[in-house]
Structure formats: structure tokens, C-alpha cells
């Protein structure tokens, strides 16, 4: 990042290169269509490009900050398209939690993967209102309010849910 | 700090982003002070972190990298951003609908409306709106010369907001502190946090109106804030041009 803070474009490029699927996978699970996920994927990146320079290590890993930038850029997008409910996002439920991601590189992967296979077995353990809860905050950025709107349910059963399922997830998660 | 004002219930919501504004800022003050809280987060953290991974791996087209490094070739790095768009909606345009022409014309307008404000603000540091809505430039120090940042504060100063852009993130340790001063006495307006971009929006709290206060100042201070400045300047201005 301290190369890129100082427009290396060749550090720019590897860092690309290194975390293009993550970006693009977390911005198409949101926005459900692969054109604006691509949009979504070049503003991320160019975001970075401009702003290297706030990146603190000591604060969160690469990955964690690029994922946090993609979220809020395409649930904003999510949320400007909501008036076209065609373009649905994705949930935990429309993901199969048992699939196996295709790996490109089987060495640098292997770790990848046992981290996604960790956290499929986690959340397919989790009730599915509670998963349904998760995926609403998660992927459309709603907040507790709205979900409970959107769920019919009570704003307090949403909260709990919403707890629970993070409470839980971390404890299995801890417990691997 | 007695259990009961911790706020660890609300962290699995807080760390998910789906607290309501209010909720929020409360529970975003009280992290500044409560290294207890402030650990149980990084655990939740931890977990929203790893939820990314759920998704389906995705492969982009190859040639996005080729569009994205003409799209960078004439941008520079830390260049400061006075207005800060929330996505590109120079690529949004070919995904919309006939339908959504107007709202785009309504948010160009916008945007450039905005741009215009902002370049008055720079120029004049303190732009009155003819409703005696008030807006002020800050000031960025030697320290953060790419931060920004304005105050806009309504006709009888009961009501204040200040929005950052391009502020460094700070450690677990440190906060950042806005502090209103009159006749040479500082009080503190709010404790902040900026977001991984170094953005944030915050209302400013003073026991009177913001019209009464000469002038306005950003400091970086230990976490739960100082009753006074002790750190450096990240941004300042005067409140009125008089």
C-alpha cells in the first residue's frame, strides 16, 4: 500500500491482481448482476488508488479494508436501485453453502479455502430466520429497523437475532 | 464502568453497520473510552470479516484491469477530494433505465450544486445561505494536508454537522476531538472516528448556540477525549468571517 500511496502502478497492478475475486465476488453477492459488480470492482480499486495513503495496517488487514470498501459501495448502489427489484442480491440461503469455489491457484488457495469451508459449515449450523436476519444487514446494508419492517417481525425478535447469530457464529468459528 | 453502561449487546449489530443512527454514535462514543468493548468488537469483527468469504468466488472479465488502469492512469494518488461521490456515476450511466434519466439529471444537478458550494466555501471560508443557513470551510494543517472539511450549522446555530474527508485513521488509542472556543475557552463538540476512507459526518454538540463560538478546531486525542486541547491541530477555521 505504501507503494501505491506513492503511484507505483505495478504494486497497484499485483495488488489488483491479488484481490480482483474477492472484490468482484463480494460486489456481485450484492448487487446481483456482474456489469454493475464489474462498476463497483473498478471503483473499489480506484478508491484505493487514490486513498493508499489512509490505509493504517495496524488497523485491519487489506482484505478486511478493501471488503469494507466494496460493501458500502455497492450497498449504496443497492440501495439508489432499490426502486428496480429485478436486480436482486444475493442471500445466505441463495448461496449453496456447501459449494467448492473454483481455485486458480491451488498453492495459494489452500488456505482460502479452508477458511471459506469454516465459515459455510458455521453459517449453515444457523437458523434459517436468524441466516435471513444476517443476510438482509449484510447484503443490502439494512439496518435493524428496516429489517424487522421487511420481515414483519418485532424490532426486539430482529435485534436478538441479529446477536445471536453473530454471538454463535463467533463461537464456532473460535471453537475450529 | 459498571456492566450495565457497556454496550455489548449492540456490538454484533454495531460491527454489521445496522444500528440506527443514534444507536450508533452512542455506542461509536463510548468505544473511544472502553478498551473492554472496544476488544469484544475486534472479536466481532473478526467474524463479519470472514462472512466475505461466504460468497461464491467470481471470476471478473480479464480485461477489467486493462479499464482500470486507463481509468487511473490520469489520477494521482493523495490528491485531495473536496466533494466525495459514494460511487462512480460516470459507469452508472449506461445501466439506467429510461425511467431513470430524470434522477439522474436531479443528482448531476445536485452534484454540481455541490461543487459550486464548495468552491464558494473554499473562497470565502464562511458562506451564509439566504435562509441564514451558515457553511464553513476548514483549514487542513501541515500535519494532514490532504484532510477536508466544512461545518454547516443552521439560522439559530441550535443545530451543527461537520463532515470530514480524507482524515488519516487513527490507533485504538487515539480519537479525534472538535472543540468550539469562545473568549479563549475550548469546549468539546464531539468525538469522532473516520471511516476506512477517512470520511465521517458528525453533529456537533454545544451546551449553546453555535453562533456564540469564535472558532472551531480538530485535535487528535487520547480515546474518551481530553477536557482540553493537548494534541496537534488536523483542522481549523474561523467560525465568522468577522
Known sequence: MRLIAQAQMDAFGELYDRYKRLVFSVAYAIVGDRAIAEEVTLDVFMRVWQRAQTYRPERAKVSTWLVAITRHQAIDIVRWRKSHPEADSLGWDEISLHERPAHHDPREQVELSQERERIHKALAQLPANQREALALAYFRGYSQVQIAEALQEPLGTIKTRIRTALQKLRQMLQED | ?242
Not at chain 2, 480479464?62 to 482500470?68: G, H, N, T, Y
Not at chain 2, 480524507?166 to 479563549?184: H, I, K
Open chain 2, 1 to 242: 464502568m459498571p456492566e450495565s453502561t457497556h454496550v455489548l449487546e449492540s456490538l454484533p449489530a454495531y460491527v454489521l453497520g445496522c444500528l440506527d443512527e443514534a444507536e450508533d454514535q452512542l455506542v461509536s462514543q463510548h468505544l473511544a473510552g472502553c478498551h473492554l468493548c472496544r476488544t469484544e468488537l475486534g472479536s466481532f469483527q473478526a467474524v463479519t470479516d470472514q462472512l466475505a468469504l461466504a460468497v461464491p468466488e467470481a471470476e471478473p472479465p480479464a480485461e477489467l484491469k486493462q479499464r482500470l488502469m486507463e481509468r487511473v492512469q490520469g489520477l494521482q494518488p493523495v490528491r485531495p477530494q473536496p466533494v466525495r461521490g459514494r460511487f462512480s456515476l460516470a459507469g452508472m450511466q449506461r445501466f439506467l433505465p429510461l425511467g431513470g434519466l430524470a434522477s439522474l439529471l436531479v443528482i448531476l444537478v445536485l452534484i454540481v450544486a455541490t461543487v459550486s458550494l464548495w468552491q464558494r466555501v473554499n473562497q470565502l471560508e464562511v458562506l451564509t445561505a439566504p435562509q441564514g443557513m451558515r457553511a464553513i470551510a476548514l483549514h487542513s494543517s501541515d500535519l494532514t494536508p490532504d484532510a477536508s472539511g466544512f461545518v454547516v450549522i443552521s439560522a439559530d446555530g441550535q443545530n451543527g454537522v461537520l463532515i470530514v474527508d480524507q482524515m488519516p485513521t487513527l490507533d485504538t488509542e487515539s480519537t479525534y476531538q472538535l472543540w468550539l472556543t469562545r473568549n479563549g475557552q475550548s469546549i468539546s463538540g464531539a468525538l469522532f472516528s473516520v471511516d476506512e476512507t477517512g470520511y465521517r459526518g458528525v453533529r456537533i454538540v454545544a451546551p449553546e448556540s453555535l453562533l456564540l463560538y469564535s472558532s472551531i478546531r480538530i485535535t487528535i486525542e487520547p480515546v474518551g477525549g481530553s477536557p482540553s486541547p493537548t494534541g496537534e491541530q488536523i483542522l481549523g477555521g474561523s467560525l465568522f468571517n468577522s
